[in-house]
């Protein structure tokens, strides 16, 4: 604040005034102490007094994951805090929503409680704005997603290659009339997904053009109605690859409302709840969001300890999981 009253050629009491929205500050003032905090890179700081220690730390981590409610989140979000509590230091954690809007909120607060890092997912097309923070030597690790504008840690799974896998492996059990169903065309990870099951079918001879493609699916009801509609074609899908785990739960609601379970194959990317207890069970490229989570622990909190390295990208591989929907065979007509 004291660097913020000097560059502004004011008090610090007008900069406390102003920073925490106070009245009685001309407008002419305010908006010099607003540039300067902005040249500055200045955030205020809430818990000054309560949370720092003698080393200026405040044993906390900021995480900004997808979804709560999505247990691919939750999972990740277990690791983390399970390699954050063995040090002694509390994770506060929020949802992304995939809102980019609510993406740079949660960041903001992260940082006004003066957090030693950040674990993010993101979904905003450029992480510039967090330029200052890792000038300042903030550790910043991306989780799920590969950042734009900045360069920094960052976990991922491979999603161009497992998405691959799930079309391969469908096309080995004698499919050619394969669907998609897609999450969100904005979202990286949904793209790679949707690359990889069409440059696989392509690489296999199969013409993509025709090949029903039902992108901007975020949840089971979505999924459910999409899958229903793909079934009132004259030629409906033998197969189906669902690109996200919510996706994929609502496609099997809409197979067994249609009584097409037992003879419709079905390959989901990232597993799903209860999935092996099915009849048939699912059939999954499975992530492993603990291993992304345990992975991006330890760069923070290995950048924490005084690593310097070149920032380092992390894939963590993909396996598939037979579990019997992805093996049906084709439907023999007539």
Partial sequence: MRHVAALAGVGIKTVSRVINGEPNVAPATAAKVLAAARTLDYEPDLHAGNLRRADGRTRTLGLLVSSVDNPFAGAMHRAIEDAALARGVAVFASSLDDDPEREQEAVSAFLRRRVDGLILTTISESQHYLAPELRRGTPVVFVDREPAGVSSDTVVSDNREGAAVATRHLLR???????????????????ERRRGFLEELGGSGVATRDIPMADG?????????????????????????????????????????????????????????????????????????????????????????????????????????????????????G
């Fill in 173 to 191: 059990h004698g499919h050619r009339r394969l669907a998609f169903l897609g999450d969100r065309a904005g979202i990286q990870t949904a793209q």
């Fill in 217 to 333: 699916l975020h949840d089971e009801e979505s999924a459910r109605l999409a899958t229903l509609g793909l079934f009132a074609s004259d030629q409906p899908p033998t197969a189906i690859f669902s690109s996200q785990n919510l996706v994929t739960i609502g496609a099997i609601r809409a197979l067994r409302e249609l009584g097409r379970h037992h003879d419709v194959a079905l390959v989901g990317f990232d597993d799903v709840p209860l999935g092996d207890l099915l009849e048939p069970g699912v059939t999954v490229v499975a992530q492993s969001p603990q291993e992304i989570g345990r992975i991006a622990a330890d760069r923070v909190f290995s950048r924490l300890d005084g690593d310097d390295s070149p920032a380092r990208r992390t894939i963590v591989p993909t396996h598939l999981i037979e579990r019997g929907s992805g093996e049906i065979p084709p439907r023999q007509e």
